[in-house]
């Protein structure tokens, strides 16, 4: 879907008018009816209000044109739940929501997230626990909070 559609869709889902949601926003009535046209595109500043408006990430608003991926513990955020928040509300697009969460990490080390993995993932190729804390540190020590 693209961003016109889904600006659309969340203005007509919240019923909204153009004008109320340019009042929310801070932009003109035609301002919205050409991001929905196609003919323009929200700045950044406006995809974080309009994030807010919608309670949305603004991966979503763009119409997920990537995979985000967990910085910490390294799973994919399929879904804006899964994505953590701000104390001041807005998404956090770089964590989990188990991984980060009102400002705070939830794992103080990378060893308490190792032990965390290896106490709790699946292990159905019963490979022994070094092995397995190696594997994950390795994947870890790639994701931008452990580098």
């Known amino acids: 879907m693209e961003i016109q559609d889904i600006l659309k869709n969340l203005r007509e889902k919240n019923k909204l008018t153009q004008e109320q949601l340019a009042e929310r926003v801070q932009v003109t009535r035609q301002a919205v009816s050409r991001?929905?046209?196609g003919e323009t595109q929200p700045n950044t500043d406006t995809l974080k209000l309009l994030s807010r408006v919608f309670d949305v990430s603004i991966n979503t608003l763009l119409g997920s044109p990537r995979q985000l991926i967990c910085q910490c513990c390294g799973m994919p955020l399929n879904e804006d739940g899964q994505i953590s928040r701000e104390p001041d509300g807005n998404y956090n697009e770089d964590y989990c929501t188990w991984c980060y969460t009102d400002g705070k990490f939830a794992y103080?080390?990378?060893?308490?997230?190792?032990?965390?993995?290896?106490?709790?993932?699946?292990n159905p190729n019963n490979i022994d626990e070094k092995t397995r804390r190696d594997q994950f540190d390795l994947y870890l020590s790639q994701l931008k909070h452990w580098k």
């Open 35 to 37: 991001w929905e046209t």
């Open 108 to 122: 103080q080390s990378k060893d308490s997230l190792l032990d965390y993995l290896v106490a709790n993932m699946p």
